[in-house]
Nanobody, 124 residues
Framework: VQLQAFGGGLVQAGGSLRLSCAASGRTVSVYGMGWFRQAPGKERQFVAVIRSSGAIYYADSVKGRFTISSNNAKNTVTLQMNSLKPEDTAVYYC???????????????????WGQGTQVTVSS
């Protein structure tokens, strides 16, 4: 399974960006697709996930500003990011959960496939 992420870039604080991720390759179960981010010198951080049940979860730091959506037929997930802040600057990774491993949805250990990452830079 390959995950290809698109849409990163440079934006001023208060601006918006839209990230997309498409899954391709062999067919696997999909229990969730989501986004994590990693800033320089920091650990990978949960951002948002949409589960196969339809449940959606966000990190507190992005609630009310980011919106995750998916197109199951196309195996894509999108992250609309509004009101961006400099602290949102990071490499953003899309992730796919194809096996229930017992970790929480916000743990990177639960996810089995990862995209290559796309840089988001928010200038002040």
């Amino acid at each position: 399974v390959q995950l290809q992420a698109f849409g990163g870039g440079l934006v001023q604080a208060g601006g918006s960006l839209r990230l997309s991720c498409a899954a391709s390759g062999r067919t696997v179960s999909v229990y969730g697709m989501g986004w994590f981010r990693q800033a320089p010198g920091k650990e990978r951080q949960f951002v948002a996930v949409i589960r196969s049940s339809g449940a959606i979860y966000y990190a507190d730091s992005v609630k009310g500003r980011f919106t995750i959506s998916s197109n199951n037929a196309k195996n894509t997930v999108t992250l609309q990011m509004n009101s961006l802040k400099p602290e949102d600057t990071a490499v953003y990774y899309c992730a796919l959960d194809s096996v229930i491993s017992g970790y929480y949805y916000y743990s990177h250990q639960e996810y089995d496939y990862w995209g290559q990452g796309t840089q988001v830079t928010v200038s002040s």
